[in-house]
Structure formats: C-alpha cells, structure tokens
C-alpha cells in the first residue's frame, strides 16, 4: 500500500500562532489532544495548548513512557479525540505515530528538535520487553515546524540528525548487495530518495552548522525524505542497514549516545566492511562535529566490541554482516582500523 505524504510541510517562524489557520481546511474534528514531554510542554506544547484551545477542544497529556505493553491503555485514552499532535522530540513522535495507527486517528508532527528521522516515518522505535523494535504505525498528515524552536535545540541533537542522514549512504549500499545476493528486490526510487535526502544534507553543511533559515530548513526537508522513503518502500530498509544494526546493539546495552550518533559510528564501521569510502564518510561526521570514536560520547571501548559482534544477530535483513563471522578478536581489528576505538 502507497502511503501518501503529508498535506503540508511547513517551517515558518511564530508557527504556533499560524497552526490553527493551517490545519483548519483539513476538517480533522472539533477534538484534539497534544502529547508531549515535561520539557517540551514547556517549549512549545504549552503554547500550542494555549492556542488551539481558541478553536478546538484540546488537552494536553504527557507521555514519557515508549514501551510497547503500556502504550495499548494510553491509547485508548485516547479514543474520544478527533486528531492527535506530537510535540517534541523522537520518543515524543514514536508514541504518537503508534497512538494514532492504534487508534486510527489522525496525527500531526510538530517537531521541537530535528535529531532523526522520524518526524514523518511510518515507523515506530519502541521498547519490547526491554528490546528495542521497529513496528508499524501511522505516518502524520501534516508536519509543522517553528524555526525559532528548532534553532534553539541543542547543537548536539541537530547533528545527531545529520549523522542519521548519512547513514543512509551505508544503508542504501547493504540494500544493494541483498539484492545482488537475491535476498531482495532493489527499489531504485527510494533508494534514489534516501540517498538525496544524506546528499542535501552533506550539501548544506556550512548553513546547518550555522543554524540559519536555509540550514534548518534543508536538515527539516532532508529528514523528511528519508522518512518518507521508508513509508513509500513499506519498511525502513531505505534508511537503515548495517549501521542501525551497531546502534541497536548498543542501544540494548544501554551504551550512552544518541540514535544518529551511534548510527553515525556504525556507518564508518560499514562503510570500511563494504569497501566503500568510509575516510569520506568519517570526514563528513568530523566537518559537522560529529562524533568519530566511540569514547567521544561515552562508550568504552567494550561495548563497542561487543556492539559489533552482536550486531549480525539482532535482526534477520541481508548486509554487510552477513558476509563476515565477525568475533571479538575481529571486532576490535575492525573498530581499530577505522579509528572507533
């Protein structure tokens, strides 16, 4: 089934004020609620309460739990509502995308950092048990944004989203070669998307690291493509191979770092095992501030060794991996030649 992009894509400055103009001619209900976090209700979620509430029933609730068993009771919560809205930031998003598939409403995504790319995916990352999954659920119909907000998120999170851009390079060349292996089709459209959305970024470096206009803008824009390669493709193979396989792993461990950081680390390693250009790969991370070792954000050297050799295991798509038995003696050669560790 082909899922159809947002009605709208907007960054505007003073958005909040502007939201009911827009989404009115959607004709979304008289019903609306707002899930956000402590933080970004008082960023911006408060705010749009205040605003909406000039127009439409609205309540505002704060979710901070992402696990898969407690979502199904708050959500149904939830039922009374016409339209949800995500506020804040990645696990804000996954919570209400998995809302809305659960209670077939529809959601809009008002982002208040742009640390990956799931403002606009299909996708939602949520806990299992304790195990980090990838499962389905429901794209938004319009995504707004306020430059002002994002321009004053940390430095650090809008960087995470660049390096989670640029791990689509790695991820779009392990698709190759699972369709070269005939473990798949290749699909050259959102193959072609995936990689625009990591070229534009790369790009617009000097105007993302400046955080001007053009440079949100393009970080918001490119995030979005990614994201909306995985909904056209049905999965979120355009924008996540090997390298998101490394994160995961360390995400199980609960190794520090952010999603797009540990992307960022897992597409250098990948890039070396593809054969690829894996030096450019690193500078581009080292121009954006990146990180490019494993103990600039905190993980030892241990759990990066342990990372990649659970990595080939924690899910059963067709990469790089595949083509190595990787133990922890290899592991670590690897790590050490690329320079993670």
Known sequence: MMTMLPFIIDIERNMIKKTNDIIRPANLGKRCVIITGTNTKKIAGQKLYNELKKEYETDIVISVSNEK?????????????DFLLGVGGGKIMDITKYSAYLTGKPWISFP???SHDGIVSSRA???????????????????LADYDILKEAPMRWMISGVADLISNYSAVE?????????????????AGLS???ANACVAEMKNIIRKNYEGVKTLLEAL??????????GSSRPSSGSEHNFAHALEMMNAPGLHGEQCGLGTIISSYLQKKNWVKIREYLKNFGAPTKASEIGITDEQAISALVQAPKIRSRYTILNRYDIDRELAREILEKVGVI
Do not use: H, Q
């Open 112 to 114: 208040t950092v742009l």
């Open 125 to 143: 990352s949520l806990s299992d048990n304790g195990t980090k999954t990838s499962i389905e659920a429901k794209g938004p119909i319009a995504i």
């Open 224 to 233: 979005v493509l990614s994201g909306f390669a995985m909904n056209l493709f």
């Open 69 to 81: 068993k407690e979502l199904g009771s708050f959500a149904k919560n939830l039922e009374p509502y």
């Open 174 to 190: 392990d698709w190759r070669l699972a369709s070269n292996a005939g473990k798949e089709k290749y699909d050259e459209l959102c």
């Open 195 to 197: 990689l625009t959305a």
